[in-house]
């Protein structure tokens, strides 16, 4: 009984979570990441610098949670806290939707 209890909670978390990136409007990410992200993450979110991370392909779920620690302060970076000020909830999930909608490509450095 409580393995059927967890599979149940795991699909409805998975429910969820689809629902919440189905929810978001990749146009208005795009435009958001153009205006904020581009500068050094590239506007197809692949960086042309090592220093700077490449969002393409990455995990809707993470792109969220590491915008919304920056943004918090719970993770540490005085450059993307203040880029992540500038987002509002939707703008997380917009631009989150957008980078993880994207083909990761390998570009070497």
Not at 10 to 27: E, P, S
């Amino acid at each position: 009984m409580k393995y059927i209890n967890a599979s149940i909670i795991a699909f409805a978390a998975g429910v969820l979570l689809a629902g919440t990136a189905a929810a978001a409007d990749l146009a208005a990410g795009k435009q958001k990441a153009e205006q904020v992200c581009a500068a050094c993450h590239g506007a197809n979110g692949v960086s042309a610098v090592a220093d700077f991370p490449k969002l393409a392909g990455q995990y809707n779920e993470y792109l969220i949670r590491a915008l919304k620690d920056y943004k918090s302060g719970a993770r540490k970076n005085p450059i993307m806290a203040d880029q992540a000020s500038k987002l509002g909830e939707r703008d997380i999930d917009d631009v989150a939707a957008y980078f993880s909608s994207l083909q990761a490509l390998s570009t070497k450095y």
